[in-house]
């Protein structure tokens, strides 16, 4: 009885979550037409700028690609209290790493197992939020490397998030009603031989190009200020 009761419950905060998201940003899912690769072993990946960044890839993809689907979040914030274990847990099947531990192979080791049974993973490789509007992307960490090395058949997919820092800014509970867009680009894998930074730079680049135009080139004519500067 009690699996029953929370199985029904997930269904029904999942498809509330679903709805409520869907109302505040305007995100709907991609048409699975546009999905010109399958719907697992996927490592989807993306710029951060709020805890629901997660949320908002999810809901993008299409239900297919969506429903084996597991944001790699951190244990320390989503095993807190009992209404986070049982929403990351039971409504979005999270794979949940330790932060803050001194072993990144194990974590490794954790996302790859995940692969291997035919799951997708939705990271961000930033490894914390961005929190700075003057900086459209920070400097990729070397997990998503680590990753990919471990896999090459995996594909890795960059998804730029417009908009969702304003929606829920850090520290402010209420979300507020603001459009927002998701940009999927066209996967990626590991070249033979392709050194960290060679593959770090690459996948930046591929996020980097989803930003939208306007803001590629704010950042860029900053950037420039800057080094006529110093």
């Known amino acids: 009885m009690k699996n029953l009761t929370h199985k029904l419950l997930s269904k029904l905060i999942d498809r509330s979550l679903y709805l409520f998201v869907r109302f505040i940003t305007g995100i709907r899912p991609k048409p699975a037409k546009d ?13 951060h700028g709020s805890h629901g960044d997660f949320v ?24 807190k209290g009992k209404i986070r274990p049982f ?6 099947n999270g794979l949940l790493i330790m932060r803050n531990g001194n072993n990144p192979s194990a974590i490794t080791a954790q996302m790859s197992q ?10 961000f490789p930033e490894g914390t939020r961005n929190t700075d509007d003057n900086v459209l992307l920070l400097p990729f960490k070397s997990g998503i490397y680590h990753l990919a090395r471990e896999n090459p058949d995996v594909r890795f997919i960059p998804i730029w998030i417009d908009n969702i820092n304003r929606v829920l800014p850090k520290g402010q509970l209420a979300p507020v009603p603001l459009i927002c867009d998701v940009n999927i ?3 990626i894998q590991i ?23 306007a803001k590629r080139v704010a950042y860029e004519n900053r950037t420039t200020s800057q080094g006529a500067n110093t």
């Open 114 to 123: 995940a692969l291997t049974n035919n799951d997708s993973l939705i990271i």
């Open 87 to 92: 929403i990351i847990n039971h409504v979005f």
């Open 56 to 79: 908002m890839v999810w809901i993008a993809l299409p239900k297919a690609w969506r429903n084996v689907a597991r944001p790699v979040a951190g244990a320390d914030y989503w095993l």
């Open 191 to 213: 070249q033979e031989n392709e050194d960290k930074d060679a593959f770090l730079t690459r996948t930046r680049n591929a996020l980097l190009d989803l930003a939208p135009a």
């Open 185 to 187: 680009g066209k996967p």
């Open 35 to 47: 999905f010109d690769f399958p719907t697992e072993r996927n490592v989807y990946y993306a710029n």
